[in-house]
């Protein structure tokens, strides 16, 4: 399968009992089926690449051009549609289903791309790990910032100081994920460790970029 991408959302964390009976926390994902909306060539666009589509939605919440979009392809318009460039040309064509024992194998590695938690306006604390202030009687900055400026020569608050603001909701890429487990009936991946974002929060897969190395490995590359 020349696709190393699919689109879908973060389910729960959970744990799987290993033979020697070792114990592995990990993160369940559901990943597709995802639906191929276009086909890109080299020929045609410059570039190879597929749009996979993923997710139910309402045709009363889906505009014109997409409706006609999706109607080319042959299939049902999709919630969420990304489009995920190929090596080669693409061996799909619109309207084929990838699934995800299609593309993912157990004991393969892989990097997960979402949205981190919204934890709104945060303080110094929260934000940056700033120390509170003193708690005695008569104390008013106890969670309060502390001096921001400088020296009289410099009257003003330099740009880059840390203080309160937004904090979350950014794209978070967490690299080297290990799988453990692909349920092809379910449409499930099991992942060793966290995953960004909150239980149903959209999510993207793909094959690691920058592959784990093992530490014997690193020993021969060094010459140990």
Known sequence: MSVKMLLGKKR???QIFKEDGQ????TILELGPCTVAQVKTTETDGYNAVQLGFGDIKLTRVKKPLK???GKAGSAPRRTLK???LDAAPEL???????VADVFAEGEFIDVIGKSKGRGFQGGIKRHGFNSGPRSHGTKN???MGSTGAAT???RVLKGTRMPGQIGNERITVRNLRVARVDSDNNLLYVVGAVPGYN????VVRKAKAKRVAKADRALRKGK
Not at 23 to 26: E, G, M, Q, S, T
Not at 93 to 99: A, H, I
């Open 83 to 85: 489009e995920a460039r």
């Open 23 to 26: 114990v592995l926390p990990v």
């Open 153 to 155: 020569t410099m009257a």
């Open 142 to 144: 106890t969670r309060e």
């Open 12 to 14: 729960e964390m959970s």
């Open 200 to 203: 149903g929060a959209d999510i």
């Open 93 to 99: 064509k619109s309207g084929d289903v990838v699934k």
């Open 68 to 70: 006609g979009h999706w």
